[in-house]
């Protein structure tokens, strides 16, 4: 399984929308999570399952897709969102992207 | 709530055995209900999944390591340990320790801060 995600870096404004992708060259029905990874901190987990949120995460998250083809949604941008952004389906992980909030 | 603290020697000579161990609080690692992995992350790359162990004693490891990982479980002292044999310079990476849930996307939460290894003659 090869977890492909795009695009490698977005830079947006706060306030904006950011569409993160990320596409699995096989199915892997709904069985998808999410991590946020700031510098010099573990990944922290985000979404399970696809759109399952964590405990305490806002709802401005929002995980979608199946299949082969999944997107992370985050609204209403907060500077604290730069981070990089990793998707992950077992023992495999994206190769991640970069968001950055100016 | 689980916290998850790695340690270990944070320099190692190439050949050497790399072994770390996971000191986990708050929860007990002899369950049923999650894996206990470990994992790595080079700079500027996603993580690495090495293995998990699971409370039994089966364990699952990436083949890209050939071998040189082994994963163990001390339920007296609530621990996770690690070794790789043979380390090399391109071992050299940021290790954690992390739950891992067992079904659907097999999710690793939490996990530990991480423990930075350089492997260098």
């Known amino acids: 399984l090869v977890l492909t995600q795009s695009p490698a870096t977005l830079s947006l404004s706060p306030g904006e929308s950011a569409a993160l992708s990320c596409r699995a060259s096989q199915n892997i029905d709904i069985y998808l999570a999410w991590y946020q990874q700031k510098p010099g901190q573990a990944p922290r987990l985000l979404i399970f399952?696809?759109?399952n949120r964590a405990p305490g995460l806002p709802a401005r998250f929002r995980g979608s897709g199946s299949g082969t083809d999944f997107s992370l949604t985050i609204s209403s941008l907060e500077p604290e969102d730069s981070a990089v952004y990793y998707c992950?389906?077992?023992?495999?992980f994206g190769g991640g992207t970069k968001l950055e909030i100016k | 709530q689980l916290h998850l603290q790695e340690s270990g020697p944070g320099l190692l000579k190439p050949s050497e055995t790399l072994s770390l161990v996971c000191d986990v609080s708050g929860g007990s690692v002899n369950t049923p209900a999650y894996y206990w992995s470990w994992l790595r992350q080079f700079p500027g790359r996603g993580p690495e999944w090495i293995g998990y162990?699971?409370?039994?004693?089966?364990?699952d490891y990436s083949r890209s390591l050939f071998g040189r990982a082994a994963i163990s479980l001390d339920t007296s002292k609530n621990q996770v340990s690690l070794t790789m044999t043979s380390v090399t310079e391109a071992d050299s990476a940021v290790y954690f320790c992390?739950?891992?849930?067992?079904?659907?996307?097999?999710?690793?939460?939490?996990w530990g801060q991480g423990i930075r290894v350089t492997v260098s003659s």
């Open positions: 162990i699971y409370y039994s004693g089966s364990a």
């Open positions: 992390a739950r891992q849930e067992i079904v659907g996307a097999g999710w690793f939460d939490p």
């Open positions: 992950q389906q077992r023992g495999t």
């Open positions: 399952d696809v759109s």
